[in-house]
């Protein structure tokens, strides 16, 4: 099982336990509560799995906060697009050459992909003790978060992914030190 898939299939064991009564919930990510966390990731999702696919996948016509994707059947459209996102990185094309989000900007697709594994696990992490919940991530992929996704995070801070870091002792274990890396407090309740 790939880092990606490892990540995906946290999110939606974590997306699987939420109840309607929690959308309202504060999350870690000060500008979302769960709601909007899910609306972000149903909003994005397509061209996160259209990267994958090498395809640009249109923006809806609205801006992100202006639409409500999580009504619904909410929880159902974010296991879906999870496969879609999982099986549209799993061929070894995926991770070759240059891809985008639909936008103007291409990067590595390697450095996408991961990027992808970090909004994943972060988002899936902040899913979690929102809602109660404990985000269970495997080792190894704790190891690659932090050593690199998050050895170039500077670039995720340019591009509004990751907040300013939030100190975490050198001996914390791997996950509260990938989460201080992409501004968020470990010990946040």
Known sequence: MSYL???AEAMATVART???DQLANKTPCTEYDVRALVNH???WGPSLAGAGRKESVPQP?????DVDLAAGDWRGRLLVLLDDITSSWAPPS??????????PHTLPAP???????GELAVHGWDLAVATGERLELPADLLAHLHDTVFADVEQG?????YGPEVAVPADAPTLDRVLGLSGRDPAWA
């Open 5 to 7: 898939s490892n990540a």
């Open 18 to 20: 939420i109840t309607d």
């Open 41 to 43: 990731l149903l909003f």
């Open 61 to 65: 016509a609205a801006a992100e906060s």
């Open 94 to 103: 995926a991770w070759e050459g240059e891809t985008s989000m639909g936008t």
């Open 111 to 117: 450095v996408m992909g991961d990027m992808i594994v």
């Open 157 to 161: 801070r340019e591009m509004g992914m």
